[in-house]
C-alpha cells in the first residue's frame, strides 16, 4: 500500500479537466470575436497611415484659440448643460426610486410587480442616451427639454437597479424588529431600510450626475440642448478655433464636476 502511494504521488491541480477545457472554449470563444470584428471593422490603411498627419493639421487650425467666442454662445450652452444634467437627474431620482422599491423582492414580494420593476428598469439601461434624445426630439422639438427628458429616462435603469439591489442586500436585523413592533410599511421603508442604504444612494446619484454631466454635452450633438448644439453648428461651419475653445470648456466643466463631487463625498458621506 505505501509503495503504491510512493510510486503514484498525487499531483495537485489548479482546475479540473472539465474546468480547462471551459476556459480554453472561452478563450477560443473570444479571440475568434475578436478576429470577426477586426474583420468586419473595414479599417483602410490608408487612412491610419494618413490620420496623424490630419490630426496636426487640425490642431494647426484650432490655433490660436478664440477666446472671445466663450461669452458669446459657449458660456449660455454649459450652463444649459449642467441645468439639463442637474434637472434630469432629480427626475430620474425621483422616479427610480418607487421602481427600485418594486424590483427588491424583499419590500415587495410579488413576483410580478417585481419583473415589471426589472423590465422597466432593464429597458431604460438598454436603450442609449442619444437614441432617447432622439426620440423625444421627435416628440417635443429640438431643446433642452429633450435632452433632460433624454438624461432622465437613460438614468432610472441605473439609479432604481443599485437602489433595488441595495435594499435587498439590507440587514434585515432592525427591519424584522420593526415588523414586529407592527410598523407600517413607510415606517419600516424610513426607519429600517433607509439608513442602511442612504450612503450608497446619495453616492450613485451624484456618481449618476457625474456621468450626466459629460453625456449632456453628447445629446446636443443631435439636437437635444446644451454646449454640444454649439459644438455641433461650430464643427459644421469649420470653425476649428471655436471649437477648441467649446472642448476647453468641456474639458474644464468635467474636472470641476469630479472635483465637487468628491469633496461632497469625503465631508457629508
Same mark, same amino acid.
Given at each position: 500500500?505505501?509503495?503504491?502511494?510512493?510510486?503514484?504521488?498525487?499531483?495537485? !491541480? +489548479?482546475?479540473?479537466?472539465? !474546468?480547462?477545457?471551459?476556459?480554453?472554449?472561452?478563450?477560443?470563444?473570444?479571440?475568434?470575436?475578436?478576429?470577426?470584428?477586426? +474583420? @468586419?471593422?473595414?479599417?483602410?490603411?490608408?487612412?491610419?497611415?494618413?490620420?496623424?498627419? !490630419?490630426?496636426?493639421?487640425?490642431? @494647426? +487650425?484650432?490655433?490660436?484659440?478664440?477666446w472671445s467666442y466663450y461669452p458669446q454662445s459657449v458660456n449660455s450652452a454649459l450652463i444649459e448643460t449642467i441645468h439639463?444634467?442637474?434637472?434630469?437627474?432629480?427626475?430620474?431620482?425621483l422616479l427610480a426610486i418607487p421602481i427600485g422599491l418594486m424590483a427588491a423582492s424583499n419590500f415587495t414580494p410579488n413576483?410580478?410587480?417585481?419583473?415589471?420593476? *426589472?423590465?422597466?428598469?432593464?429597458?431604460?439601461?438598454?436603450?442609449?442616451?442619444?437614441?432617447?434624445?432622439?426620440?423625444?426630439?421627435?416628440?417635443?422639438?429640438?431643446?433642452?427639454?429633450?435632452?433632460?427628458?433624454?438624461?432622465?429616462?437613460?438614468?432610472? %435603469?441605473?439609479?432604481? *437597479?443599485?437602489?433595488?439591489?441595495?435594499?435587498?442586500?439590507?440587514?434585515?436585523?432592525?427591519?424584522?424588529?420593526?415588523?414586529?413592533?407592527?410598523?407600517?410599511?413607510?415606517?419600516?421603508?424610513?426607519?429600517?431600510y433607509w439608513p442602511q442604504i442612504k450612503p450608497a444612494f446619495w453616492s450613485l446619484v451624484l456618481l449618476r450626475w457625474?456621468?450626466?454631466?459629460?453625456?449632456?454635452?453628447?445629446?446636443?450633438?443631435? %439636437?437635444?440642448?446644451?454646449? %454640444?448644439?454649439?459644438?455641433?453648428?461650430?464643427?459644421?461651419?469649420?470653425?476649428?478655433?471655436?471649437?477648441?475653445?467649446?472642448?476647453?470648456?468641456?474639458?474644464?466643466?468635467?474636472?470641476?464636476?469630479?472635483?465637487?463631487?468628491? !469633496?461632497?463625498?469625503?465631508?457629508?458621506?
Open positions: 500500500m505505501f509503495d503504491a502511494e510512493v510510486k503514484h504521488p498525487q499531483r495537485w !491541480q +489548479r482546475y479540473t479537466l472539465d !474546468q480547462r477545457l471551459l476556459r480554453f472554449a472561452i478563450y477560443l470563444v473570444v479571440v475568434a470575436a475578436i478576429v470577426q470584428s477586426i +474583420r @468586419n471593422i473595414n479599417i483602410i490603411p490608408e487612412f491610419l497611415i494618413d490620420a496623424p498627419e !490630419q490630426m496636426a493639421d487640425l490642431v @494647426n +487650425r484650432m490655433w490660436p484659440v478664440d439639463i444634467a442637474t434637472l434630469g437627474t432629480i427626475i430620474s431620482m413576483r410580478m410587480l417585481n419583473f415589471i420593476a *426589472k423590465l422597466l428598469l432593464v429597458s431604460s439601461r438598454s436603450v442609449n442616451s442619444l437614441v432617447w434624445a432622439l426620440l423625444f426630439i421627435a416628440i417635443f422639438g429640438p431643446g433642452a427639454l429633450a435632452g433632460t427628458l433624454a438624461i432622465a429616462f437613460r438614468s432610472i %435603469g441605473f439609479i432604481g *437597479k443599485l437602489t433595488g439591489e441595495a435594499i435587498e442586500e439590507a440587514s434585515s436585523g432592525s427591519i424584522e424588529a420593526l415588523k414586529a413592533a407592527g410598523a407600517s410599511k413607510g415606517a419600516i421603508l424610513n426607519y429600517g457625474d456621468i450626466n454631466i459629460r453625456e449632456s454635452a453628447v445629446i446636443g450633438l443631435v %439636437g437635444a440642448g446644451g454646449i %454640444g448644439m454649439t459644438l455641433d453648428t461650430a464643427m459644421n461651419l469649420f470653425q476649428w478655433n471655436r471649437v477648441a475653445v467649446i472642448l476647453i470648456a468641456i474639458f474644464a466643466i468635467v474636472i470641476v464636476t469630479e472635483v465637487i463631487i468628491t !469633496q461632497v463625498r469625503k465631508r457629508m458621506l
